[in-house]
Every structure is written in C-alpha cells, then in structure tokens.
C-alpha cells in the first residue's frame, strides 16, 4: 500500500479515537496584514487616546468598552456633543474574521472600517492633517510610529495611524469559550441545558445555525429578520431598494455581554430577542414578509426549552484576549473620561 494512503487511514482511525462532535470547524485566517507587536501596542494606545478626535473627547473605546466586550450597552452609540446615532455599536471580537464591516456591510477591511468613524463629523470628526500633527508633537507616539513602521520614509502618516488600530483589532480574538472546549471534545464543558440549546441551535425548527455559522456565529451575507425600523441597512448603503431592510448576519459570540441587541439596539435582553424569533420575527410586527428571510419562521418551543437556547448562547462568552485599558495615554488625556454635553444636564460615559 502506497505510504500516503496508510498515512491517511492512520489518521482516519485517529480521527475516529478523538470524542468526534463534528463541531470542531477551523476559524477562517485572519484577514489583513500581520500585527506585529510594536504596532498593537501602538494600535492599543491610540484606541483609547481621545486625542484622535477633533474636540479632543472621543476615543474608539467610549463607543467600544473593553468590559462590554467592545460595545457600549447602549441603543445606539453616542457621538460627538452627544448625538444620537442611528446604530447600536458592536462587539470587536473577531471582527479580524470578517469579509465585511458594519451593519451594512459597506467597508471592505478594518483599515477602511475605522476611517468611518475618525472622519465622521457626527463622530470623531477627526482632520488627518491635525491628528498626525497633534501625534508627530508628542515623543512618545513619534517614537511609537519610528518603531512601529520603521522601513517605510514616512512613519507617522494618518494611514498608519489606522493600520496600527486595525493590527490591535487583529488581536481581539475570542475562540476558547466553553462551547469551543465542548466542540474539540469536553463534553464536560457544556452542562445539560446548554447542550440541549446547542441542538436546538442547530435544529431546523429554530434554524439559528442557517445564518449564525459555525465557527464564528455569523455569515458574510446580509439577511431580513424583520426588526421593524426605518433604517435600510443594505439597501440604502448599496443604493439597491429591493435588498432594504437586509442588514450583516451579527457574531453571537460573547453576545451575553453585548446587550442590547439588533443594527438599532431595540431588543433589550437575549430574553426579548429569542421570543422575538419564536413569533417568526417581525411577521406579527407588521414588517413586509417579503423582506423576512424564510429561515425566520414561528417556531414552537417550550418556556423551558428557550431558557435552555438562552443558556447555550451564554456559552459562547469568551474575553481572554481582552487588552488592558492603559492608565495613562501619551497625550496625556484622560482615558475614558465621562463626557459632559452643555446640551443637557445629565453626564454620560
Ligand atoms: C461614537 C461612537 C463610536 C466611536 C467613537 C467609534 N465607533 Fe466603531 N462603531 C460604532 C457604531 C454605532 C458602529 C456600527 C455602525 C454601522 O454599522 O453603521 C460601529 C462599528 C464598528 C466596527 C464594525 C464591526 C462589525 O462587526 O461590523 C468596527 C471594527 C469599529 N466600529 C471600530 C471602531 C474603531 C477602531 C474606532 C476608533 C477609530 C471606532 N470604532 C469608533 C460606534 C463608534
Ligand atoms: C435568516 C438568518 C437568521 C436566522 C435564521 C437567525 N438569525 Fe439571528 N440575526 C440575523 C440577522 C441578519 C441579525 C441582525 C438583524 C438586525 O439587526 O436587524 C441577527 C441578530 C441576532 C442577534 C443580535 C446580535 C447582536 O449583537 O445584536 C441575536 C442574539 C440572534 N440573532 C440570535 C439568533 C437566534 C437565537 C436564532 C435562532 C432562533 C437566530 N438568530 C436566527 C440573522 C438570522
């Protein structure tokens, strides 16, 4: 027998002694360029630097907290002199995975993804100009961007600025919750409940595995579930009226500690998102069913069996990779100061 065929049975028989749960599926590679480590360190400090921002107030992390696993356990986000978005923020995890950005889909890679905020007037309303001004007058980031991109004529350049954010994202992975110990075999990591609502995942009554995919729980596509709002997500980003109302397939992982849920934040608690899906989504809520997918049906579950999916996605918690909140940032700002607005008397973080 020729050797790599014995090899091959060899493995087979390997493969067979492992406990198989047919669950271990490999994460895609990480996309982009490599991190290196002077690059995430600097990346990490300017995540959470409001000097980016042309008031000087806002840093990526008011919006994406380290302790809400990059969310901001709003509605929708905050933005500059407390504007209202249009959009819940969320998580960064294994956002390194993801073929497309926002809830619309509509930046291609991290890079893109973050020039959306920095230049949003709304948002940071950053000036290139200014910000790499502000970065070249304080030694430390100078310093920082020689190390950092020392082969190239010009380290400190606001494109850097966004490839040493993007290479900190890079590091945010989360792949080591209990569910992803169960799926390489301990089945002690998942208790009873979680395991039923690991099946009722993947069953075909629920259907939650059709679009939230293993491994990373979500997809590279954009689908109807019907959350009623008058935000058209895919159809207004890409200027396609027949694709409103589509919005990016969202990652459950850590989603225990995302709240609230959906492009708009409307559902409050995993609790009001699963009996949301147990009606068929926005069928009952008036939303055309024409824009709701035909996976998003009514499906028929006991109380107790909802608790048990509820538990499953509790599960998919993992912050490992979670960075440390510098207590100090080169410009010397305060990091995650709360922002106060003249137009109203209340403090918001
Ligand atoms: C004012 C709040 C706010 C600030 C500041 C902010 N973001 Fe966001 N972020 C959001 C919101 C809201 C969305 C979703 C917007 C949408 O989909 O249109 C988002 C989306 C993202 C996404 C896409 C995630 C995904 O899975 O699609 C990434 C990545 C991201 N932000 C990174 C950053 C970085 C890096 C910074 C700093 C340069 C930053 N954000 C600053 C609120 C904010
Ligand atoms: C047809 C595809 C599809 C199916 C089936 C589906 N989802 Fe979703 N899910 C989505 C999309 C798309 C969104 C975002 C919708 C929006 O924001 O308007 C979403 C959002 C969510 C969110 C909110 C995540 C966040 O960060 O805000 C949770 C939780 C969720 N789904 C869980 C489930 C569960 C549990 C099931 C099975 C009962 C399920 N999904 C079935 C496509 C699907």
């Not at 100009?129 to 350049?157: D, G, H, Q, T």
């Not at 998003?296 to 006991?302: A, G, Q």
């Not at 909140?325 to 003249?342: C, N």
Request: proline fraction near 8%; aromatic fraction near 8%.
């Amino acid at each position: 027998m020729h050797l790599s065929r014995l090899l091959a049975l060899a493995l087979a028989a390997a493969a067979c002694l492992a406990p198989a749960t047919g669950l271990d599926r490999p994460f895609p590679p990480v996309r982009g360029e490599a991190p290196t480590p002077e690059r995430v360190e600097l990346g990490r400090l300017l995540f959470f630097d409001p000097v980016l921002s042309g008031d000087r107030s806002l840093s990526c992390a008011h919006c994406h907290r380290p302790e809400l696993a990059f969310s901001d356990g709003r509605k929708t986000a905050l933005g500059a002199g407390g504007a209202q978005l249009a959009r819940n923020a969320p998580t960064l995890y294994n956002a390194a995975f993801k073929e497309s950005l926002f809830w619309d889909r509509r930046a291609g890679s991290l890079e893109e993804q973050a020039l959306g905020p920095l230049l949003a007037s709304d948002e940071m309303a950053a000036d290139p100009a200014v910000v790499v001004a502000r970065l070249a007058a304080i030694p430390e980031y100078a310093r920082r961007f020689e190390a950092a991109f020392a082969s190239e004529a010009e380290p400190l350049s606001f494109g850097n600025v966004v490839r040493a954010i993007a290479s900190f994202e890079r590091t945010l992975v989360s792949q080591d919750s209990r569910y992803d110990r169960f799926a390489r075999g301990d089945r002690s990591a998942l208790d009873a409940s979680e395991r039923r609502g690991l099946t009722l995942f993947r069953s075909l009554n629920t259907r939650c595995f059709e679009c939230h995919q293993l491994p990373t729980f979500e997809a590279p596509l954009a689908m109807g579930v019907g959350v009623p709002s008058s935000d058209r997500g895919i159809g207004g980003a890409h200027g396609r009226p027949g694709q409103d109302g589509l919005f990016a397939i969202p990652t459950l992982r850590n989603v225990a500690v995302t709240a609230p849920y959906m492009h708009d934040g409307s559902l409050a608690t995993l609790d009001e998102v699963v009996a949301f899906y147990r009606k068929g989504g926005g069928r009952p809520l008036g939303v055309e069913p024409g824009r709701i997918h035909e996976h998003v049906r009514p499906f028929d579950i006991r109380d107790d069996e909802a608790r048990d999916l509820i538990a499953f996605l509790h599960a998919l918690t993992d912050e490992s990779a979670r960075p440390e909140t510098p207590a100090a940032v080169p410009s010397g700002l305060p990091v995650l100061r709360e922002r106060r607005f003249a137009s109203s008397e209340e403090t918001r973080p």
